[in-house]
């Protein structure tokens, strides 16, 4: 229970930080890799993502592709750029 509190915790914070910079990749990278090693999937990641970034735009997308692969959440990055050659196709 104190788990489950404390993470949700972190999501909130790194949310609001997000959403204040969302470039910030020193929370970014973590944020995603906490996700993803408690259980998350990535579309839940996706889901939670979206609430501070715009997956229409390529710049956002990419902030994201390189968070992923840096702390180890490749399947994830490489969905999030299939995501850039569709907009970037379309």
Known sequence: MII???LNSVIEYATVVLML???KHSIL???IYTL???GASDEEI???L???YNFGDPNDLMLIAKAAKSC???DLAKMIM???GEILEG
């Open 4 to 6: 489950f509190l404390w």
């Open 29 to 31: 990278s973590p944020y």
């Open 46 to 48: 996706i889901e939670l």
């Open 36 to 38: 993803k090693n408690n």
């Open 82 to 84: 299939l995501l850039v």
């Open 50 to 52: 979206s609430r501070v």
């Open 72 to 74: 180890g959440v490749i």
């Open 21 to 23: 910079d969302k470039s």
